[in-house]
Structures are given as C-alpha cells and as structure tokens.
C-alpha cells in the first residue's frame, strides 16, 4: 500500500494517507479530529481554497460533538477550530 504524505497546521507531525484515497483531504482531517479531540473528534466542514495542476489547500473545520450533559447545559454546537490541509 503507497502512502502520501500531507503537510498540515494542525498540532503533530505530517500525516499519512493512502495514495489511492478518493479525497485525501477530508482523510487527512478525519485523522487530524482524532489526533487533537480523541475519539469524538469530528470533520464539520472541508472547503477547497485553491488548486493547481500539482497541489491544492483545503480549510477544514474540525472540532467535537458535546456530551449529552454538555448539550444540555451549554446547547449543541460543536467545538473546534479551523486547518489548513496541503495536499
């Protein structure tokens, strides 16, 4: 199995997708929620920046869905920030 590699502006080191993946972005955020928010670490949105003929930048969203008691005491928004993602 080939890998590519994917720079990032998350926390942590590059991160490794495989380079028949049909989007590698949105792979590369699925595993940068988990890294920075553990196991409910979720993708809300991805959004193509800019694209070339070799590269393209992509700004996704990534946070956490609240617990039941946190819904209830805070409401439902997700929690999180915004990557930029260089494939």
Known sequence: MKTITIKHTGTGGDVRVRADSESPAR????ILAR???GRRGT???LRLDSWSE???????FIGRQPTAAEARK???GV???NVWIYV
Do not use: I, K, L, P
């Not at 792979?27 to 699925?30: L, M, Q, R, T, V």
């Not at 070799?54 to 996704?60: F, G, K, R």
């Open 54 to 60: 070799h590269s393209s930048t992509w700004e996704a």
């Open 43 to 45: 993708v809300c949105t």
């Open 79 to 81: 929690t999180g920030h």
């Open 74 to 76: 805070y409401g439902n």
């Open 35 to 37: 890294r920075m928010f």
């Open 27 to 30: 792979d590369a955020a699925n």
